[in-house]
């Protein structure tokens, strides 16, 4: 089975700054996806990012973008230019490739960004 | 608009009596989800369906229940026989994009047993 491990419970950033929120998994599959939700106060969970594990690249959507280790199992976002709204609970999610499309999500982070 | 639909808001029930908590979306999606969100928890999925008349149970079943009899539907009830059933209640669909299952989520169901 897949697990998705977020260690950081909390974290906080100045506006306009970068912050990097950090996510392992483990996994024996070598074909998968790995995502981002982001969970504003609104409790609305949003799609934030996604990243193919066949592709080496680094996924970017706008000011988020992801550094995807395969080796490490690892995948974590970076924030640039952090605003107010960015303040949500980050949750990393892992997906199989193939016709299961369950994800398995971690526990998540709670960012805070400060004005 | 095209989206997922979650009602109500907020649910107050007595313990001892089952509940539905209802789920809606008209994108046409074949796949549909139930997640519980407890506090330091994350996301743990209850039920999912990939297509009308089937459904699966996911990693917390127990206790639940649910149908899948219209694909824009995919209710959720909640029994008596939940021991914890307070928690905020995610729906979410899914379709296929560039190889991947990307879900969309509902605005949730905060359930309040007492």
């Known amino acids: 089975a897949q697990t998705v491990t977020q260690s950081q419970p909390e974290m906080s950033v100045q506006e306009a700054e970068t912050v990097t929120l950090s996510c392992t998994y483990d996994?024996?599959?070598?074909?998968?996806?790995l995502f981002w939700y982001k969970q504003p106060p609104s409790r609305q969970m949003i799609l934030v990012i996604r990243?193919?594990?066949?592709?080496?690249q680094n996924a970017t959507e706008n000011r988020f973008s992801v550094n995807f280790q395969k080796a490490a199992k690892s995948f974590s976002l970076k924030i640039s230019d952090s605003q107010l709204g960015d303040t949500a609970m980050y949750f990393c999610?892992?997906?199989?490739?193939?016709?299961?499309?369950?994800?398995?999500f971690g526990k998540g982070i709670t960012l805070s960004v400060r004005p | 608009d095209g989206g997922i639909t979650q009602s109500p808001k907020y649910l107050f029930r007595k313990e001892g009596q089952n509940v539905t908590l209802s789920c809606e979306q008209n994108?046409?999606?074949?796949?549909m989800y139930w997640y519980r969100q407890d506090p330091g928890q994350g996301l743990r999925l209850i039920y999912y369906?990939?297509?009308?008349?089937?459904?699966q149970k996911g990693d917390i079943a127990e206790g639940y229940s649910v149908s899948r009899e219209k694909k824009e539907s995919f209710p959720l009830t909640v029994t008596s026989a939940q021991k914890n059933p307070t928690a905020f209640y995610l729906c979410?669909?899914?379709?296929?994009?560039?190889?991947?299952?990307?879900?969309?989520f509902g605005p949730g169901t905060r359930l309040t047993v007492t």
């Open positions: 979410a669909s899914s379709r296929l994009r560039r190889g991947s299952y990307e879900q969309y």
């Open positions: 999610a892992f997906q199989e490739a193939g016709a299961n499309s369950k994800l398995t």
């Open positions: 369906s990939q297509i009308v008349n089937d459904f």
């Open positions: 990243q193919e594990a066949y592709k080496q």
């Open positions: 996994t024996s599959e070598n074909n998968y996806y």
């Open positions: 994108l046409n999606h074949d796949a």
